[in-house]
């Protein structure tokens, strides 16, 4: 069973600009979550699509925004990009929303 | 105060010593209570996930759930080199739809 893909791996934009980023789920899994990995924060939840619908957010800025497919694969996009933006961005996938897997991650970089 | 708390280490052993990786969490609502494994550079990886109070055994890994003290602990047999990364726990309830991870704790195991 293939795990979860994200693209690309690793970006590289200035402050100013705005950036996508992918997710597939593992196949038949229909929740999808979005963390935000830094060092000094820790895994940071950003929001979780369940059948398209977004059910939860946590406390990013509007900036922050995704989606999710009918196919389940979802995107995040941040506009406007800041330096802290800076991180490792993770979608997680599961059945529900407990046992989540995790992809390899997108690292972004803001200069 | 964090809603799960991590004991931050780091931590180092030599190679066969058992590991014991440590979190609190204060949500009494919490349901489901998972340990993750990261490397450098990598996504996190499920090790163990468990709604239940007790042992959960998995080959050298051991998860211990306490609720009444609100206390998950990983045990790590027989460590190795190999088990050296970075461990995060996590947990939260199907309502809340995510879940909390604490900051992690790294592990060196020296051969």
């Known amino acids: 069973k293939a795990g979860v893909t994200q693209t690309p791996r690793y970006l590289i934009k200035t402050r100013g600009q705005q950036v996508t980023l992918s997710c597939s789920p593992i196949?038949?899994?229909?929740?999808v979550s979005w963390y935000q990995q830094t060092p000094g924060q820790g895994l940071q939840f950003l929001f979780e699509?369940?059948?398209?619908?977004?059910?939860n957010k946590g406390n990013f800025p509007g900036r922050f925004s995704g989606r999710q497919f009918s196919n389940s694969r979802s995107e995040m996009n941040v506009s406007t990009l800041e330096l802290g933006d800076s991180a490792l961005y993770l979608c997680?996938?599961?059945?529900?929303?407990?046992?989540?897997?995790f992809g390899p991650g997108t690292r972004l970089t803001v200069l | 105060q964090k809603e799960v708390e991590q004991d931050p280490g780091p931590l180092s052993v030599p190679e066969g010593a058992i590991v014991s990786l440590n979190c609190t969490y204060s949500?009494?609502?919490?349901?489901?209570f998972m340990w993750y494994r990261q490397y450098s550079r990598k996504g996190p990886e499920l090790l163990m996930y468990?709604?239940?109070?007790g042992n959960k055994e998995d080959g050298r890994f051991t998860a211990q759930v306490d609720k009444s003290s609100k206390y998950i602990s990983l045990f790590i047999r027989d460590s190795q080199p190999s088990d050296s990364a970075t461990y995060l726990c996590?947990?939260?309830?199907?309502?809340?739809?995510?879940?909390?991870f604490g900051d992690g704790t790294t592990l060196t195991v020296k051969p």
């Open positions: 997680a996938s599961s059945l529900a929303v407990d046992e989540q897997f």
């Open positions: 196949s038949g899994h229909r929740s």
């Open positions: 699509y369940f059948s398209e619908t977004q059910r």
């Open positions: 949500n009494s609502a919490f349901q489901y």
């Open positions: 468990t709604y239940s109070s």
């Open positions: 996590a947990s939260g309830n199907t309502n809340a739809g995510k879940s909390t």
